[in-house]
């Protein structure tokens, strides 16, 4: 018994600074779902996921957010909502989360999405290959490029 709270104990120790240290992955659905709120509900949903509006770095037309929480090497994730008068959001996600990238291109092909280009087009200056996906109603890109270290962007909206 003991040993078993001790056991307990250590593991709860260990999962606090960690989940305290995480950052939030918006999930494929869950960033696809955001393309339709409006930018008061988006900025509540950031709010909710530690995420705070960067005014120096937003536009008239687009906010940009980054993650309250450090991340691997200090870097912050971010997440953008674009929409000039009368177009669609366009919403992108930016992370230094391997896996997450891994599950997102998983996640596409298992919910029908089609593969429809490769494109070379750099982000921040910096060369990148984007991988573009449809469904008929949204279309999905995905990209990583190295700075630093290695990015992984994930970019939605309604077609």
Known sequence: MKKQLLTLTFGV??????????????????????????????????????????????????????????????????????????ATVDLTFSTTDKKYYLEVKAKLAASGYKFQKEENKAINNTPAVWYHYTNGVYKVSIASYTTDITWFTVQAHLL
């Open 13 to 86: 120790l260990v999962s606090v600074p960690l989940s305290t240290m995480a950052q939030y992955n918006f999930p494929l659905p869950e960033l696809i779902k955001l393309t339709s709120v409006n930018p008061s509900d988006f900025e509540t949903k950031m709010l909710e996921k530690d995420y705070t509006l960067q005014n120096k770095q937003s536009t008239a037309t687009m906010k940009l957010y980054s993650s309250d929480k450090p991340g691997s090497g200090g870097k912050t994730y971010t997440i953008s909502r674009s929409q000039v008068p009368n």
